[in-house]
């Protein structure tokens, strides 16, 4: 193990930006293998109840960034999940401080088309 994986894999919790980066920069499998060895043991450091939805909000994420067409794209996209997250969880406050005042939250009224199938098309034969 060179001096850079060593900083890397150090006990300590700091991240030093250089050294990953370096690293990268000479070695992405490596890199990649000691981000994914880094994430794990933090999921895995985590309270149980909450690993399995930390392994899938990963397992999204990963998935967007080789979707992505570049390392920025992914960026953004990954971004924007946060963003939307942040949005829905700053509605659920809303939301809690109108009941806690007394007031239903306001929800919109959904609708739906039901579009008719016909069972004869779905019958086997």
Known sequence: MNE???KINSKSEEFNFESW?????DSPA???????KRIENYISS??????????CLQ???????????NPLAATIAISEMMWKSFTE????????AKVLEGNAPERPNRTATV???????FARS
Request: net charge positive; hydrophobic share 35%; no cysteine.
């Open 4 to 6: 850079k994986q060593t």
């Open 21 to 25: 980066m370096e690293l990268w920069e």
């Open 30 to 36: 490596t890199f990649e293998y000691l981000r994914k």
């Open 46 to 55: 985590a309270p149980e109840e909450f690993r399995d939805r930390l392994r």
């Open 59 to 69: 397992w999204k994420i990963d998935t967007v960034r080789e979707r992505a067409a």
């Open 89 to 96: 969880l700053g509605e659920k406050y809303q939301d809690l």
């Open 115 to 121: 579009l008719p199938f016909n069972r004869a098309a």
